[in-house]
């Protein structure tokens, strides 16, 4: 049986920021260097085999890797090393120096139950600890990475965490903004469970630089991301204070340390201009709707569009993904005898019950993947967003509509 898998880029990223630089907190103190590959196999699935995320929930994807050295939080003398790469030096960071800097650039308070990777292993620099400044603890982590980039720069609006429209978010607040130095910083206030059915909350703080630097801060008002209970209200830090740790320059320096082959593009995505790539597929799901539909709202990224679409009869939410060069997934996608068109191309279809929180919802896909390898998903729900509640008993649009949508030959000129 194929297997189905549906993302919201947005919630991909804000999964990454909760989990890729969270996850080790589930269980505070444990090892993570079975998470760390953990991670590395899902991060190759998700750049060769699937649109990330899962039906399931926002998946976890566990941290950590072959260099990590628990240790109690105190700060101990450490010195860096330095690695020659050619001939050129550059200082190495290990994971105590990683969390003896987020512990310096905290508020006053006491850090503890710490956990670290440096810049030597195959994963990225990570930080993560509980924070308490007298009013309850807080679980913190910081995620850092580097975007590939061409000639040097990127642009940081195109990059950093969007903010989506408010009624698909589940946030209480989403804001992102520029930056003196050209840095494009996303602050956010949400749940660590979109649906609220606990009130662990997640706040954070997603910036990337015009030279690609990539820092991820989070923060929870628990002890960890899950399995403990509430200690207090709201996260230990305000959103002034999540921006400017995500922006300290000490962040920049360790980035700058990370070894080129630590940073990998994800292959299979789109690598257009991210803000023309976006309007294209608006514009080809615009002329592909049915004419009763009327659009209420859309957006999307890279790769990935949505709208939120009205018949008369309520609103339905429709999103439509799209990934280059995912041949070599067909089989594990769409299994051994799928659905083959006359050109080659494989289809796969599924109806059943949303899996993002909402009572009532269902989610309805089409899957699609052309014989070059290009996948164009389509799914539909009976609800404004994935997370809320059933607005109709069906999604606005039947499966045969939606298969229409997904096989639309306006679709493979896109990407590339």
Not at 212 to 221: D, P
Not at 288 to 295: F, Q, R, V, Y
């Amino acid at each position: 049986m194929p297997v189905h898998q549906y993302s919201d880029p947005f919630e991909e990223r804000l999964s990454a920021a909760l989990h890729e630089t969270g996850g080790a907190l589930i269980n505070p103190g444990a090892p993570l260097t079975a998470a760390g590959r953990a991670r590395g196999i899902r991060l190759r699935l998700r750049r060769r085999a699937t649109i990330a995320g899962g039906a399931a929930s926002l998946a976890l994807v566990g941290v950590g890797g072959a260099l990590l050295v628990p240790w109690d939080g105190t700060p101990a003398p450490h010195p860096s090393s330095v690695a020659a790469t050619g001939s050129t030096a550059k200082p190495a960071y290990s994971a105590d120096d990683v969390v003896r800097t987020l512990q310096k650039l905290l508020p006053k308070g006491k850090f503890s139950r710490t956990e670290a990777r440096g810049t030597g292993g195959e994963l990225p620099p990570l930080a993560v600890g509980v924070f308490d400044d007298g009013k309850g603890e807080g679980a913190i982590s910081v995620g850092l990475d580097r975007i590939p980039t061409k000639a040097g720069k990127v642009d940081p609006s195109a990059q950093v965490m969007p903010c989506p429209d408010g009624e698909q978010s589940g946030l209480d607040s989403c804001e992102t903004e520029v930056l003196a130095d050209g840095s494009a910083v996303t602050v956010y206030q949400g749940y660590e469970y979109p649906d609220r059915r606990e009130d662990t909350k997640a706040w954070g703080a997603d910036l990337v630089t015009p030279a690609g630097q990539h820092v991820s801060v989070v923060e929870w008002n628990a002890a960890a991301e899950k399995g403990k209970p509430v200690s207090r209200p709201e996260p230990p830090l305000t959103t002034a204070r999540l921006k400017a740790l995500a922006a300290a320059s000490e962040w920049r320096r360790i980035i700058a340390a990370i070894p080129e082959e630590t940073v990998q593009p994800n292959p299979s995505t789109p690598r257009a201009d991210p803000g023309l790539q976006l309007q294209r597929m608006l514009a080809v799901l615009r002329t592909t709707l049915p004419e009763n539909l009327k659009i209420v709202s859309s957006g999307g990224q890279e790769g990935f569009a949505y709208a939120v679409v009205d018949d008369g009869k309520g609103r339905s939410y429709l999103q439509v993904n799209l990934q280059l060069n995912m041949s070599d997934a067909a089989d594990q996608l769409y299994g051994s005898d799928p659905e083959t068109l006359s050109d080659g191309t494989r289809v796969a279809t599924s109806q059943g019950p949303g899996e993002k929180g909402g009572e009532g919802v269902v989610l309805w896909i089409v899957d699609t993947m052309r014989a070059d390898g290009r996948r164009v998903v389509i799914s539909a729900f009976n609800s404004g967003s994935q997370s809320t509640a059933a607005t109709r008993a069906e999604p606005a649009l039947t499966i045969a509509q939606l298969r229409k949508i997904a096989l639309s030959p306006q679709w493979d000129v896109l990407g590339g």
